[in-house]
């Protein structure tokens, strides 16, 4: 198993930024700016949206970082960091086109890289807490940790600029831009309570086959907020995919979600049987899965745990005790011959083949762990929440 860390050794940790969707760009002209308006246009219909525009300061002196004549702003910075809002300019500027999507406030931030920390806490500071943040910029992802973050690049180019190269990585998307169309397109990405979510080219499975024993109902079926516990389970993995599954013993008894209902192949074989069954089940050969009883689902999380599995098999959270949460992971399809021997040798437990299996543990900070409704007391907590 591999520990797919957020930083590396010695790094400080990111600043949180909740709300934010950082956009890189692998070349000049790549896109960037369109991708961004377009995403401030969708969300601007319905709720307020901010954005940003970062420049780092890297070269002391004359001369500009990109190797032109420069506008003079670099050469110009004589203070830790500089942050204003835009208000205007001419028509085809950045600012311009993100007031014309309908940006409010447009912050500029100018810094360099040993200030940029503070520089982006500062502004983060005065926007309303909750407002989405759209977010252009390479470097920045060194020091933040937004809802996601996304590479743009022209579509047929090799060319990667070394900013980002550096954040590649990183990227939860590689979007490819082609004129003013773009793959993932803007309307794949979503913003909600969870934050900014980007549906990917994935199955999701909800998981309801369990007996709720210390709820004493089906607790699937529990209503919050006027509908079922599982139709908000349901909501959640839309955001994150492109197709949704449910597993769960008895075919009709949730026919009224209009999804594709998997039985498992054998009953009463535990989770592992419902994972294998749906797997071969799934369109997609990458499949994330989520209990019926989260209602609503950690967006940062699901993107490490994306972003973790292009690199092997299962990704996994780890809460901070040691203990894996191996019913909100994400399964490639080539793990099924694993499971299939281990429920052939009588073993249900996921965990038994993490070893076997190309597995990226994501470890989930303190705060970070999983709330699932399991008890009254966590219906009743949930319940309260929400008045």
Partial sequence: MHEDGQRGPGQPARIRASGMLLIGSASRNAGKTTLACALVGAIARSRPVAAIKVTIVRHEGHGCPRGEEGCGVCRSLDVPFRLSEEKGGPARTDTARLLAAGAKPVLWLCARPQ??????????????????????????????????????????????????????????????????????????????????TLRRQATGVVLAGGRSTRMRRDKALLPLAGRPLIAHAVDGLRSHTEEVLVSAGDAGKYAFLDLPVVVDREPDQGPMMAVASTLERARHDTVLYSPCDVPRLPAVLVARLFRAVRGGEIAVPRDPDGRFEPLLAVYRRSVLPELWRALAAGQRRLVHVYDRCDTRVVPLEPGEELRNVNTAADYAALLGEKR
């Fill in 115 to 196: 200030t940029l920390a503070s520089a982006v806490r500062d502004a983060l500071g005065r926007l309303e807490p909750g407002t989405p943040v759209v977010c252009e910029s390479n470097g920045l992802r060194q020091v933040v940790e937004p809802d996601l973050f996304v590479i743009v690049r022209r579509r047929g180019s090799t060319e990667v600029k070394p900013s980002a190269r550096e954040q590649w990585p990183l990227a939860d998307a590689i979007v490819e831009s082609d004129s003013d169309r773009f793959l993932p397109a803007a309307v794949d990405f979503g913003f909600g309570a969870a934050g900014w």
